[in-house]
């Protein structure tokens, strides 16, 4: 590539999760150790990659999902139940309202840009697989556009996260299953604005958490198994 990323949390920021992190571990529960442990170590391989947008964005979705991701038991059964849990019980925990500004201020034009995207629309791609259900996936997204501008207009955070990170789905599905070439100019927008956005709300995330750490953040998928 021929020029850096931006970076949205700086070499000083991770640090000061990382400090925070070793500081208050002892009193963690197992379950959310571990988690914040995977979480923070993508975290920090991502904030070290300044060249390669497309790792970025792996590295990030990688550390988001060490984050959310739950126990494999759980009652809710798809991957968008499991986004609007995560994220109302983070909305409700964050009394400083430091996700509210992480998305209305900071990164609202990134945000808006991938929503009005049809490329991280799934049913867009259903219908260009073929799928003739999806043969409205204009409608589909004109109607998903009036449910976000509500959610707009009644600074629903948790839905407005909610969608994004639906859409973010999308995009990670496209790039993990080999549905994209590496460094490919026809998708740059929504992997450098999808990257930027978890740059900037996986931190918070993870604070919060860590903040709330007596709260029920459920068993990782993965348990640390020595033999």
């Not at 988001?64 to 798809?78: G, I, P, V």
């Not at 509210?100 to 697989?129: G, H």
């Not at 995009?171 to 100019?185: D, F, K, P, Y």
């Amino acid at each position: 590539m021929s020029s850096s990323i931006s970076t949205s949390i700086n070499f000083t920021e991770f640090h000061r999760l990382k400090d925070k992190q070793r500081m208050l571990r002892e009193g963690f529960p197992e379950a959310l150790a571990l988690r914040v442990h995977r979480a923070l170590s993508w975290l920090g391989r991502a904030v070290n990659e300044s060249e390669d947008v497309d790792l970025k964005f792996i590295l990030l979705w990688i550390g988001f999902n060490a984050a959310y991701a739950n126990e494999l038991n759980m009652d809710l059964n798809s991957e968008r139940g499991l986004f609007r849990c995560y994220f109302d019980t983070l909305v409700l925990l964050d009394k400083e309202q430091r996700i509210y500004n992480a998305v209305w201020k900071r990164y609202s034009q990134e945000i808006r840009l991938l929503l009005e995207n049809k490329f991280v629309f799934a049913p867009f791609w259903q219908y260009q697989n073929g799928v003739e259900e999806y043969a409205n996936w204009e409608e589909r997204l004109a109607s998903s556009r009036r449910v976000i501008a509500s959610a707009l207009t009644q600074r629903d955070t948790s839905l407005i996260l909610s969608v994004l990170f639906d859409r973010l789905y999308v995009l990670r599905n496209q790039v993990m299953h080999g549905g994209a070439t590496w460094n490919s100019s026809v998708n740059r927008s929504q992997i450098r604005d999808g990257s930027a956005v978890i740059d900037t709300l996986l931190p918070v995330f993870i604070e919060l958490m860590m903040d709330h750490s007596q709260h029920e953040w459920g068993k990782p998928f993965y348990p640390v198994v020595d033999k």
